[in-house]
C-alpha cells in the first residue's frame, strides 16, 4: 500500500464514521449551541481538548525516536497549550470556571485509545486523521447551526476567542497530510465554533 493509498483509506473511514454523526451528534459536541450555557460547555469541552492533546503529545516524546516527528509533537503540545490559554481565558472573561468541566466517556475513550498507539507513523495518523477529521466536523456541524448564522446571540454580548487570521492554525507541520481545507469561511456573527 502507498503513502496516498494509505492516507485515502483512513480519509475513507473518518467520512464514513462522521456520516454517522449527522442524526446523533455525540453529546460532548452540544450542537447546536442556542443558550448562554451551551456556548460555555462548548469552549469547555474544547479546552479539555486542547489540554488531553498536549498530554498525549507529551507523553508520546518520550517513545519517539525520530527526532523530527519528535520536535513537531513538541511543537504540536505547545500549539494545543496556546489554544488552551486562549479558550481558559475567555471562560473566565464570562464568569465561569474553566476547569470544572467534566468529560463524558466517548470524548475520554478516543484519547485513551490514540495514547496507546505504538508507533508515530499510528500516532500521527490516528491524531490528524481521526481526531483532528472529527473535531473539523464537528466544528462545521457548529458553524451551520441556526444559532451559529442567525445571531443567536448571548446575554453576555461577548465573542469566542479568536484570533483572526490565525485562529486554529493547521496542523501541516506535522500532519501525515494535512486537514481538510473549510470550504467557506465562518459566518459572520459573534458566535462562531469555539475553536475557530
Given amino acids: ?17 462522521c456520516a454517522t454523526l449527522d442524526d446523533r451528534p ?45 520536535t513537531m509533537m513538541a511543537r504540536s503540545a505547545h500549539e494545543e497549550m496556546v489554544h488552551a490559554g486562549l479558550l481558559s481565558a475567555r471562560i473566565r472573561e464570562l464568569a465561569a470556571d474553566p476547569f470544572d468541566y467534566r468529560p463524558l466517556p466517548a470524548q475520554m475513550s478516543m484519547f485513551n485509545a490514540m495514547e496507546g498507539l505504538p508507533d508515530s507513523c499510528q500516532r500521527l495518523a490516528g491524531f490528524s486523521m481521526g481526531g483532528e477529521g472529527i473535531a473539523n466536523y464537528l466544528i462545521e456541524k457548529c458553524l451551520a447551526a441556526p444559532s451559529s448564522r442567525t445571531g443567536s446571540r448571548p446575554r453576555t454580548g461577548a465573542s469566542w476567542p479568536t484570533r483572526r487570521g490565525t485562529a486554529q492554525a493547521p496542523r501541516e507541520s506535522w500532519s501525515v497530510t494535512p486537514p481538510p481545507r473549510r470550504s467557506r469561511t465562518p459566518p459572520a456573527g459573534p458566535w462562531p465554533c469555539a475553536w475557530c
Avoid at 498536549?54 to 525516536?65: I, K, M, V
Fill in 1 to 17: 500500500m502507498t503513502g496516498k493509498e494509505f492516507v485515502q483509506e483512513l480519509r475513507d473511514k473518518v467520512k464514513a464514521f
Fill in 26 to 70: 455525540p453529546a460532548y459536541s452540544y450542537v447546536p449551541l442556542s443558550t448562554d450555557e451551551a456556548r460555555v460547555r462548548v469552549m469547555k469541552s474544547r479546552l479539555w481538548n486542547e489540554l488531553r492533546a498536549a498530554d498525549l503529545f507529551g507523553g508520546w516524546l518520550r517513545t519517539t525516536p525520530e527526532i523530527e516527528v519528535k
